[in-house]
């Protein structure tokens, strides 16, 4: 029997299709039956949107609260922090419009019922940094996931969602998406006008410090695949910023968070001879970077550099002196609910490792590079702004569409809008929501049409991977290692490897320079020929092949970008080292890619920051 005969096609229409039941998805389903009370409303997630996404495991804090209600900050402080934060590259539309909304959301998981610990003499939500409230968050997502599975006319579990549909009747308009149910094979076609992406960031493009049956344990979620970049860059969507990479600093081995440690328990570091060096690197930095380093707080990726110069000096492990502060009893217990809340596994490694924080300062390091739009990075698509506050150039549709017709997106999806993070991602997926239905509403009757050439020749092309194991297996002969495929995990350790070597991941102190993106390129397009040839033995195998391809066609576009920006804008996150220094003269400014599927070919461009708030 043909792969395909037998294989069931379930179609699903909607008015409005949200990819992705993270943060985003949710707060996208959610608002969207808000505004569109008649609509239908579908989301659909490759996991359970119970505890899927990179808040699966809970979290002890969600990191960006305005506290409006008390006067502690305003949305325009907000975009101040980040702009700085991002060497003074941010959408500032974007992320005003998210700030502004963000503390609504928040109130709302409150009443959901996610318990916000509060100061007992005030009332106040408890903070542990200026912008973070701390949360007994174990169960965050099941409770954001209660109000998008009420809010939703269906959720569609376990269906990952491999390309996107275009409207055959006008060019540049989406009109759905196609997937796979990873349990029971069947193939979908979801048919609607507006579709919301919201499919979280990318992990295991650079090759992770943690290899080997250790490599499931980077810092983001080894789930998070970049099909919020390789959906849209697919349908022709321009996006930005896919050079900012992100590299944390992270305690070693567990990549535990060091957000309590230094903002609530008030821990320092210090190099391997129990000094402070962040003075060392100063001149050095202001030489690379002009003032930038002068600015407070100072900006992640200047923190990371000298971290790493540090290193490379011959001065490491970093520690982060976590004796003084486990002396009080208090603080040695916030020490460890800080992890058993949302990683646990850094508990683990620390008891398999014999470190007691109250005894031993643990070892830090930076994390191999991860791409996202919502942590302390704005890699992601172009979307237009808010009517009332985006500048002309910024707006040419509904608010967060891309510059595909009906194309919306949120959270890691979105470009430009960095430190928005779990509350923000959900407040911009009700942003999203919101403009989704009033783009529906808008187009009446009409309705885009999906070709029916289009989606069953993808269903081939979707299942083909099983197609090529089943045929290839016969001429193995021993191990895994077969002549006519490539299984979709030694693909993926073949783009790390291209991605670390050659476009500044850890084994080179995350240096590159325009040789090394060149050959990479070259690279990363023999390995785009051979996916051609994955091979999938099961319904899980296909999918790892399907996150293999989005993981790919995101690298591709990482490079593209690093090679089009002739500067280093963020020591600590990565180098140019054929331009070392910063230049604001040329590149004050954001990168836009476009990928043109049929010729394979990548178009750069330039768009302008607009400072908007002083
Ligand atoms: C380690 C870590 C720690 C963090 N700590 C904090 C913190 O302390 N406080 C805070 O506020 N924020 C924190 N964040 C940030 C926060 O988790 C993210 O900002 C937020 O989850 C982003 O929302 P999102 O919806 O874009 O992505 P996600 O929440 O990751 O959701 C993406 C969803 O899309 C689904 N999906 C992916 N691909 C497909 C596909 N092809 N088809 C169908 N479904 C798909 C995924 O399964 C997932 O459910 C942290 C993030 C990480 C990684």
């Known amino acids: ?168 009747t006008k060019a540049n308009r989406v009109a759905g998406a196609v997937g796979f149910n990873v349990r029971t094979g069947d193939f979908y076609v979801f048919r609607a006008p507006a579709v919301i992406v919201a499919a979280g960031g990318a992990s295991h493009i650079y090759k992770p410090r943690a290899v080997g049956e250790g490599m499931g344990r980077t810092w983001y979620a080894p789930w998070s695949s970049a099909s919020a970049y390789a959906l849209p860059i697919l349908a022709g969507a321009k996006m930005t910023q896919m050079e900012n990479r992100i590299v944390l600093t992270r305690f070693k081995d567990g990549y535990g968070p060091v957000g309590a440690y230094f903002l609530h328990l008030k821990t320092y570091t210090e190099n391997c001879n129990g000094e402070e060096y962040e003075s060392t690197w100063y001149e050095n930095t202001k030489e690379l970077v002009g003032d930038y380093i002068d600015r407070h707080p100072v900006p992640t990726c200047l923190r990371n550099h000298a971290i790493l110069e540090e290193i490379k000096a011959g001065r490491g492990p970093i520690r982060m002196v976590t004796k003084e502060a486990f ?38 390091t930076t994390s191999e590079p991860y791409v996202m739009g919502s942590h302390a990075t704005c890699s992601g698509a172009w979307a237009s702004g808010p009517e009332d506050y985006a500048p002309a150039e910024y707006q040419w549709g509904y608010n967060r569409m891309m510059t595909v017709d009906g194309l919306f997106g949120a959270g890691d999806t979105i470009g430009g809008t960095a430190h928005k993070f779990s509350s923000g991602s959900f407040a911009e997926g009700r942003i999203a929501a919101k403009a989704a ?82 050959r990479g390129l070259e690279l ?44 280093t804008r963020w020591p600590g996150y990565y180098y140019r080292g054929d331009h070392m220094k910063l230049d604001d003269k040329d590149w004050h400014c954001f990168t836009l890619s476009q990928y043109d599927r049929e010729s394979g070919e990548w178009a750069m461009e330039k768009a302008p920051v607009y400072h908007i708030v002083d």
């Open 437 to 518: 239905v009033n783009y529906v509403k808008d187009l009446g009757k009409e309705r885009p049409q999906v070709s029916e050439a289009e989606y069953q020749n993808l269903k081939k092309v979707v299942f083909q991977p099983m197609e090529n194991y089943e045929v290839g297996r016969n001429e193995i002969v021993a191990g895994t290692v077969s002549p006519s495929y490539l299984l979709p995990i030694h693909g993926l350790q073949r783009l790390e490897k291209i991605m670390d070597e050659y476009v500044g991941g850890i084994s080179s102190h995350y240096m590159t320079n325009e040789p090394l993106l060149t």
């Open 327 to 364: 002396q009080d009893p208090h603080k040695e217990t916030i020490g460890w609910e800080n992890f058993l809340g949302m990683t646990i596994g850094q508990a683990v490694v620390w008891a398999s490792q014999n470190i007691d924080p109250k005894h031993t300062n643990p070892e830090l």
């Open 1 to 168: 029997m043909g792969l395909l005969s037998g294989r069931k096609t379930v179609y699903v229409d909607s008015d409005v299709l949200v990819i992705g039941g993270g943060m985003a998805g949710c707060g996208a389903t959610y608002e969207a039956r808000y505004w569109g009370r008649d609509l239908n409303i579908v989301c659909v997630e490759k996991a359970n949107i119970e505890r899927s996404g990179a808040v699966a495991q809970g979290l002890y804090a969600i990191n960006c609260y305005m506290g409006m209600q008390w006067d502690e900050n305003q949305p325009e402080d907000h975009v101040r922090y980040a702009r700085n934060d991002l060497m003074g590259l941010v959408r500032e539309d974007l992320g005003y419009d998210i700030a502004r909304h963000v503390d609504s959301s928040v109130h709302k998981f409150e009443e959901w019922g996610l318990p916000i610990m509060k100061d007992p003499e005030t009332g106040q939500y408890m903070r542990e940094g200026k912008w973070q409230i701390m949360i007994h968050g174990e169960s965050y997502k099941p409770i954001v996931a209660e109000a998008a599975r009420k809010a939703a006319t269906k959720v569609y579990n376990r269906i990952m969602v491999t390309h996107l549909l275009m409207d055959k």
């Open 524 to 567: 990363l397009g023999m390995l785009k020929e051979d996916l051609d040839h994955l091979g999938a033995e099961d319904l899980h195998q296909l999918q790892r092949a399907w996150e293999l391809q989005h993981r790919v066609l995101a690298s591709e576009s990482v490079t593209h970008h690093t090679m089009f920006r002739t500067e």
